[in-house]
């Protein structure tokens, strides 16, 4: 069946430094959404991409959908500690259905 | 604005004793409704789905059940806990199917 694959599983840099989680799916999404996990918190929506190649920016993070909608990214430009928590990204498993999670990748941000 | 309630925030409960956790939502009608389970450090598994009243979805096999008794109720159930229901449960709340998803505060499930 369908899955979303998330890398890489942990990510440890220095505050300042940038970030990027990557999302790929076997098959074609219908859209991709990305979610944050605070430690000890639940997950909050960050994002939906809908389109092909469709790039959104939210302050330092940006999101890419890919041309053929079966990857995306996510990236922080110039991590902060506040930044801390658990990206994942979702997908529908087929049009209309509920959303399938990758298992993560947990960010942690040293001062 | 919609809200989504989930309680208890914490349970402790012996091996074979019996579970419910109940989720609400506020200020929205005919939701669709999530029970996901995530173990430490893991990702988010998808347990049931309900797309109206009395409509309930498993997608995976397990001691768990769950029902929806009023449109923005939503309640998870088993009637004997095994060691490897531990973990963090949510519930969560969608307009339509596959759009974005709101979740509850989660309930910290230790069985011992």
């Known amino acids: 069946g369908q899955q979303v694959m998330q890398i890489p599983q942990y990510q440890h840099v220095q505050e300042g430094e940038d970030f990027t989680t990557y999302c790929n799916s076997s098959t074609t999404l219908s859209n991709i959404q990305w979610y944050k996990q605070r430690p000890g918190g639940h997950p909050v929506f960050l994002i939906q991409?809908?389109?092909?190649?469709e790039v959104k920016k939210q302050k330092r993070l940006t999101f890419q959908f890919g041309e053929a909608k079966k990857n995306s990214s996510l990236h922080i430009t110039a991590t902060q500690t506040t930044d801390v928590g658990t990206y994942f990204c979702a997908g529908p498993l087929y049009s209309g259905y509920a959303l399938n999670f990758g298992k993560g990748t947990s960010l942690l941000v040293t001062p | 604005s919609q809200t989504i309630h989930q309680w208890p925030a914490t349970l402790v409960q012996p091996v074979g004793s019996p579970l419910s956790l109940e989720c609400t939502v506020e200020g929205t009608s005919n939701p669709n409704l999530y029970w996901y389970r995530q173990a430490a450090g893991r990702g988010l598994q998808l347990l049931f789905y309900s797309v109206g009243i009395g409509q309930i979805s498993s997608e995976v096999p397990q001691n768990l059940s769950a029902s929806r008794p009023q449109d923005r109720q939503f309640i998870l159930s088993s009637k004997k806990l095994l060691l490897s229901d531990s973990g963090f449960y949510l519930c969560?709340?969608?307009?339509?199917?596959?759009?974005?998803?709101?979740f509850g505060q989660g309930t910290r499930l230790t069985v011992v």
């Open positions: 969560a709340w969608s307009p339509t199917m596959g759009a974005e998803a709101f």
């Open positions: 991409l809908v389109k092909s190649g």
